[in-house]
């Protein structure tokens, strides 16, 4: 049976996600911004908890950990590098790195830009990428510590995935994100048909992720820095794609 995958909204804009396998009965989350929601769909849906995968160590997305915990015990998976301002891991994990869930192989990529150390987790077999704030729907996290450099290398890993990988990313950003992608890449028709089906789905409350690599690469500018167009709209045609994605970053942080 496949891999069931459930978005809960989490404190203004937060998504976490519980990912979880029938026939063995384990369920994985996906970052903890807060407890009682979590907890809520787990009660519900008579699930026990078996891991939680951390992505980075940002409050929004580790503070309900230990409410969690206390409730369901579980093991946590984290990243290696970041474990010393991680909340305490049973499970250091580094790019490259695999393990197994349901019956299936987690790839552990490091995509570090908005932090050092930020991981992500892919699930091939189930076409699913767990991304918080690296990839995100529409766009890529504020380099908070990280250089446009390494953001667009670490989004530059999802070049070989399949154009069906589902994207799961942190936040509902994907409205503004939008919003800015038409300042860098306004004559795009299929950035102009999803800004519609954004549209209708904010205004109906509906969550705008996932959304799929095959998308993503048709509209968010943050993948499209090879893009003639854009260029060409930046005034940088010919100029390397890490100085069009750093153009693309530093408009994005005045937006």
Not at 22 to 45: F, K, N, W, Y
Request: charged share 20%.
């Amino acid at each position: 049976m496949p891999l069931e995958i459930v978005t809960i909204p989490c404190l203004q804009d937060n998504y976490a996600y519980l990912i979880h396998d029938a026939a063995s009965g384990q369920t994985a989350l996906v970052d903890v911004p807060e407890a009682s929601p979590i907890m809520a769909e787990l009660s519900q849906r008579g699930w026990a908890l078996s891991e939680v995968w951390i992505t980075h160590h940002h409050p929004d997305h580790v503070d309900g950990l230990p409410e969690v915990l206390a409730q369901y015990p579980a093991k946590v998976v984290g990243s290696k590098g970041d474990a010393h301002r991680l909340p305490p891991l049973d499970m250091a994990v580094a790019d490259a790195d695999n393990f197994s869930f349901g019956g299936e192989t987690v790839q552990v990529l490091d995509m570090s830009g908005h932090t050092i150390d930020h991981i992500a987790f892919y699930l091939p077999e189930s076409d699913a990428f767990f991304t918080a704030d690296s990839l995100m729907v529409m766009g890529c996290g504020r380099l908070f510590e990280g250089t446009p450099a390494q953001m667009y290398l670490s989004l530059q890993k999802t070049a070989e995935m399949p154009p069906q990988t589902r994207i799961y990313s942190g936040h509902e950003y994907t409205a503004s994100n939008a919003s800015f992608a038409t300042t860098v890449d306004p004559a795009n028709p299929a950035l102009i048909l999803r800004i519609t089906d954004i549209e209708y789905k904010r205004a109906n409350g509906l969550p705008t992720i996932p959304s799929t690599l095959e998308l993503e690469r048709e509209t968010n500018p943050f993948l499209r820095a090879d893009n003639p167009e854009i260029q060409e709209h930046l005034n940088l045609t010919g100029a390397s794609h890490i100085d069009v994605f750093t153009e693309i970053r530093a408009r994005k942080d005045r937006f």
